[in-house]
């Protein structure tokens, strides 16, 4: 997704203003934008007003609406769009409407915000299963296949079995390279099924230094995750190893484990910070990606929303994006996306599903054809996506096969971690694992005290 809408680490979601369990629990219930009530009227889903909540910026809010009065004059279902600012102030919103019993009959929602979980696991939202699952009356008339979600996406929005989400907007992450620069130092371009190996090999070569110092990384990147706990546990995973816990979507975590292959991952991390063949955790990174369009940088960490950025300078190098490499086992890729929710007492469920589906179908297909936001979850609403990456060429196919393959992935590993004890857990990346990454603290035993320290704040939740 852009970077306005782009999804935020749940460790820097949870110093913004969130909603406890206590305090969502002593809140009556919600009613709906349009003045929902207790009952669930579902005698038709035809001549019916349904709201949703979206942050979505002017441009894309007028492609929504033009798609939506389609679905209004083939059912008579009227939508509203409802803006209420981007996603910091959007999030301070979701709050004080369901103090207010105000909510929309759909909203946007991450999981990786600190307000999720406490929402779902108090009864608050909506519980789409029996839609999702196709036993709903009204979900028959929908169309929605529950088999064509990309593997996991579903799963990142269950809570005791409970689908409280249903995914939407997708995001994939991997390396953009420059590919003049490959062919310039004679390696071989990165591949659908190119190796830890090959990336740790390729950032030694590209990276240039005069009299000792970096004057050019092999690898820049604004964003850790692909050496934070959980970039590490995706190469442990990729490499026959357990990864720091075998909850790969970091829901219900019982216990940490100090992984081998975990340690090993860290190892060649700290060697490649050290040589200067990839940027550390405290690199902000806010000129990577003009630099790395301006054919500056040889490769560059990040999501898939980078692209339309870099497409966008119209920039006469090669270039490409590749996925996060495979080890000696099997490929892992992370998993992440938004998603529709519902206040748990919803009138209109049946037109209410019925909007979410044309969303994530038509609305989505027509919109992102003309302004290419993201993928979708839902993979048959990512054809407009794909089909606006294709005008760009060469180029643009490749990106679409890396975030095919990405989005098909069954091994899957989420962005962050989502259990109560996630906050603090972010005070031991400073004191513990960053220093590991910059040699400033040997990866043994280090890493059995990060470990031994999590599992502390899990035990005590």
């Known amino acids: 997704m852009k970077s306005p809408s782009t999804i935020k680490r749940l460790l820097a979601c949870a110093a913004a203003s969130v909603l406890t369990v206590t305090a969502l629990t002593s809140c009556s219930g919600f009613s709906g934008g349009n003045g929902s009530s207790d009952s669930n009227d579902n005698s038709s889903a035809s001549a019916k007003t349904v709201s949703l909540m979206t942050w979505a910026s002017p441009k894309d809010r007028k492609l929504y609406q033009d798609s939506l009065d389609k679905l209004t004059e083939k059912t008579g279902i009227k939508v509203n769009l409802v803006y209420v600012g981007a996603a910091a102030q959007y999030y301070q919103k979701i709050n004080s409407m369901v103090l207010s019993n105000t909510l929309p009959d759909i909203f946007w929602c991450s999981n990786l915000n600190a307000s999720f979980q406490p929402l779902a696991a108090s009864g608050k939202l909506y519980d789409w299963t029996p839609y999702v699952n196709g036993t709903a009356s009204g979900a028959k008339s929908a169309e929605l296949d529950k088999s064509k979600f990309g593997p996991g996406y579903l799963d990142l929005y269950q809570v005791d079995g409970k689908q409280y989400g249903v995914p939407n907007e997708a995001n994939t992450y991997g390396v953009f390279y420059n590919a003049d620069m490959f062919k310039k130092a004679g390696l071989s371009l990165p591949t659908a099924d190119w190796t830890w190996d090959d990336l740790f090999k390729d950032m030694k070569a590209l990276t240039k230094k005069n009299g000792g110092k970096v004057t050019q990384y092999g690898m820049q990147t604004g964003w850790g995750d692909l050496y934070d706990p959980v970039g590490a546990s995706i190469y442990s995973l990729s490499n026959g190893g357990n990864g720091l816990a075998s909850e790969h979507l970091w829901k219900g975590v019982t216990k940490f484990t100090d992984d081998p292959q975990v340690a090993a ?105 003309q302004d290419p936001v993201a993928p979708i979850a839902y993979l048959p609403g990512t054809t407009g996506y794909f089909e606006n990456l294709k005008t760009h060429g060469a180029i643009g196919n490749g990106i679409v096969t890396t975030v095919q393959q990405e989005l098909k992935n069954p091994n899957k590993v989420g962005t962050g971690f989502l259990d109560p004890w996630a906050g603090k857990a972010g005070n031991l990346n400073t004191s513990l694992w960053n220093p590991m990454l910059e040699g400033k603290k040997p990866v043994d035993p280090t890493l059995k005290d990060y470990v031994d320290q999590v599992n502390k704040l899990i035990a005590a939740q």
């Open 265 to 369: 991952g860290l190892k060649r991390w700290n060697q490649a910070i050290a040589n200067g063949s990839v940027t550390g955790p405290e690199f902000t990174g806010q000129s990577t990606w003009s630099a790395f369009a301006n054919g500056k940088v040889p490769m560059a960490w990040g999501g898939q929303w980078n692209a339309v950025a870099v497409f966008n300078t119209k920039t006469d190098m090669n270039w490409g994006y590749a996925p996060i490499p495979r080890g000696s086992s099997e490929q892992f890729a992370p998993v992440e996306s938004n998603a529709f929710c519902s206040p748990s007492k919803l009138k209109n469920s049946d037109a209410t599903w019925k909007v979410i589906s044309y969303m994530l179908t038509d609305v989505f297909n027509d919109a992102y054809a």
